[in-house]
């Protein structure tokens, strides 16, 4: 068997690396270890979220899929930090377990291009340092020009509950035991991570009466650009908000030697997530605290599982009942499914290039959680870059690199090939320094004509997009050209906004914090869609702020234009720290910008690299 694309690993990273090598035309195979798991949620079945709302949003503009079938199949919606600046604004919806999986693989088995294989992966076919297929586990070799892999938590993959330790997956399937042992072989340094879920709860075992409500927006939303609403916002399933006490703290701190990371095995390797922490970490840690959030979130509508967030544990089974029935509301709760931890191996991202494709191994890449990763949304655009960059290069194209003021996908691939990580990696929007321009409402603006340049983005779609273009164009020029005068004081009293002496632009009048676009929609010549009326809105209440930033991003970009050959010698460059050298020769960045983000790089060895190479290169 020969094809263009191989994808291993069917999850989040390989359904959008799949659909994004099949639909550019490329003969693409996915093998997946059960057909039954693609796009499965083995954590939360929710999508979005701070920072992450904004990345599906991104995929959605770049002609990925993540964002439609989250519209396809979502319980509730809302606008995070809706309170807050525009900069962290972003969309979260709780999807349903059943559905969205369900709709990610019909839509997989609708591309022509595209064939599924139920098999695992035992190595890398590799010939001269380039891939050259995959050799499956039943000793089958499948051909291939490029190589993707994205194996999710499933290399050497041990579940983790209190002192038991069992080789499997996250449903107990069979996991990928010789991967990881056959990229060592390679080269490849590896690191060892670990995450983790909370209990699942009978929906009718818990008592609503001692929690708080949390309902979906009374706005409609959508994640993707080309999709209208098809839920009823009136129909929304809703969340609940509790919390924890002294009583589940005293359990947990009792039973500390119990739990797998604390005593319960002694030969744990994996680094937990930071900012998604398991409950006794909480505990331990933030010790001056006397209760934490814990939210009931519905799984499906198909069955009544409700995930407890915020409560992912690895404690014995015995110790979990005690910690949620501790809970208020949750008394007399019955476990449907206990909680667990899961230790696997990642490859330590330093080791990829900004295309996602490995320095060791040509024509082989990675996405996911293999990179050290945490969250589907992470997972799913780095599948989409992945698969764009492997399908640009078969063609012989240049690849497709978002820069940090581009886009969030931007600022998570360059965070990971250039720092490397500790732990699982999680998109946070404290990572962007141009988060203005990194906004929920302006993701098609800022990448549409990407995924329109590459194909992903059909002819009907991108015209739709290059008419909110034109209209906001228009929209502006309006605003400038149409003047309230003293006649209309009347109605500036009637906005709460202060009365005018001489004629004022539109324009000028909506940079008044008080006054807004929809308050002026009935002075306008025609009517405008919802989106143009917000974005040109944006774009007008902070446009000093937005100038200020492009203006700085510019600056860094001229930093990320002086590039660095490839063949640079390091040891040539005497003056250089050694702990500088050391990184700049690990990482070897393809640009002074990059090289200055760096740790343990500095301005003074910066100015030595700039030195070396206008005397040696730049002349």
Known sequence: MNYEIIVVGGGHAGCEAALAASRKGHKTLLVTGNINNIADMPCNPSIGGSAKGIVVREIDALGGEMGKNADKSLLQIKMLNSGKGLAVRALRAQADKITYPKEMLKTLKQEHSLDILEALVKDLIVKNNKVEGVLLEDETKIKAKAVILTTGTYMNADILIGSERRREGPHGEKPSNYLSDNLKKYGFTLKRLKTGTPPRIDKQSIDFTQTKEEKGDSVYHTFSYDMKPIYDVDKQISCYLIYTNDNTHKIIKNNLNKSSMYGGLDDIKGVGPRYCPSIEDKVVRFSDKEKHQLFLEPESIYYDDIYLQGFSTSMPYDVQEEMVHSLKGLEKAKILKYAYAIEYDSIYPTQLKQTLETKIIENLYSAGQIN????????????????????????????????????????????????????????????????????????????????YKIGLIDKKRYQKFLDKKQAIKELICELKEKKVTTNDNEFLKSINTPEIKDGMTLYNLLKRPEVTIESLKHLLNKEYEFDVLEEVGIMIKYEGYIKKANEEALKMNELENKKIPEDINYDDMHNLASEAKQKLKEIRPTSVGQALRISGVNPADISVLMIYLKKDYYG
């Open 372 to 451: 050290g990763t945490s969250g589907y949304e992470e997972a799913a655009c780095q599948g989409l870059i992945a698969g764009i960059n492997a399908s640009l290069k078969i063609e012989g194209k240049e690849p497709l690199i978002l820069k940090r003021n581009e886009a969030y996908i931007g600022v998570l691939i360059d965070d990971l090939i250039t720092k490397g990580i500790r732990d699982p990696y999680r998109l946070l929007t404290s990572r962007a320094e141009y988060r203005l321009l990194l906004r929920n409402d302006n993701a098609d603006l800022r990448l549409r004509e990407y995924g």
